[in-house]
């Protein structure tokens, strides 16, 4: 029985990088988890030994590191993704795709010129991915938790005989909330576009009268869609983080909607994309829950 070699990557991953701008006062700074995958040419390491071809996963770190202290590109993670997805193809013989993924941890400004705290509300990311011709670039957030105690309902689904949950015309829906959204272009004020996306997703969230998570998360892109026309879509992943009224009667306790029981598991798990009608494929892979 013969066998080949099948789709194959390699890259360094979870590079931590702290930049601080010492040269403006106040401080600035910047903190980023960066993890590099490259691919191409890559069949002689495989069948035979031969390393020829391949780019050491720590060259791959010191690069990031060095281009960390360019100011032009470390700022925002889609422009610093887009300078290293690049490079690794442009000028790395022979590799012929790349794809840089970034986390940003947000950091607010104490009181001081130089001491911060991390603002831990959500972890910023973007995806840039690139084949020696075409830059795709794909901004999101993660554990963006959000909820609403009320204007959420859930009922007239389908039931069989192992249906035991109940209708309720008032609930709380609460989330931890994955979201992607892939540009047109990449000519793009990525800080701008970013904080509009954001504040497009939250209101939204807070002002629509809900009867589904579906029903919200299909709100929301079309709010984002419609904030950012150069958006092509965007994709959620909405784990539903349930709160159950607590059972009070037992202790003769009135519980008037008010009293829950946070529940981390098992979860609905709520994925959905919603496209700008005119938009392609990205013919990028997309795993649900992971994204791009």
């Not at 040269?23 to 040419?41: F, T």
């Not at 989330?175 to 272009?185: I, K, P």
């Not at 609905?268 to 791009?292: H, K, N, Y």
Request: proline share 4%.
């Amino acid at each position: 029985m013969g066998v080949k070699l099948g789709y194959n990557q390699y890259g360094k991953a979870e590079n931590r990088v702290v930049r601080v701008f010492r040269d403006s006062d106040p401080h600035e700074i910047v903190d980023y988890n960066v993890s590099v995958a490259l691919s191409g040419g890559q069949e002689a390491p495989h069948l035979t030994g031969d390393n020829a071809p391949t780019l050491p996963t720590d060259t791959q770190k010191n690069t990031v590191y060095a281009f960390a202290a360019e100011d032009d590109v470390v700022t925002q993670p889609e422009s610093f993704g887009i300078r290293l997805a690049r490079h690794f193809v442009d000028n790395t013989e022979p590799i012929t795709f790349s794809r840089v993924g970034l986390e940003m941890y947000p950091w607010t400004r104490l009181d001081n010129p130089h001491a911060f705290v991390r603002d831990g509300r959500y972890v910023r990311t973007a995806t840039v991915t690139y084949d020696g011709t075409t830059t795709w670039v794909v901004s999101g957030l993660k554990d963006l938790i959000i909820l609403k105690s009320t204007d959420s309902e859930f009922w007239g689904y389908y039931q069989d005989k192992y249906t035991t949950l109940q209708p309720t015309n008032d609930r709380i829906m609460a989330t931890s909330l994955t979201a992607q959204w892939r540009h047109d272009d990449t000519d793009v004020d990525w800080g701008k576009s970013y904080d509009a996306v954001v504040e497009a997703m939250l209101n939204s969230f807070a002002g629509h009268h809900s009867l589904a998570l579906q029903h919200t998360l299909y709100d929301m892109g079309t709010a984002v869609i419609n904030a950012q026309p150069g958006i092509a879509e965007i994709r959620f992943s909405a784990p539903n983080k349930h709160h159950f009224i607590y059972d009070l009667d037992r202790f003769d306790i009135e519980n008037n909607n008010e009293v829950f029981h946070a529940d981390d598991r098992p979860y609905g798990l709520i994925e959905a994309t919603v496209c700008r009608d005119d938009a392609g494929d990205s013919g990028l892979a997309f795993d649900p829950g992971q994204g791009w």
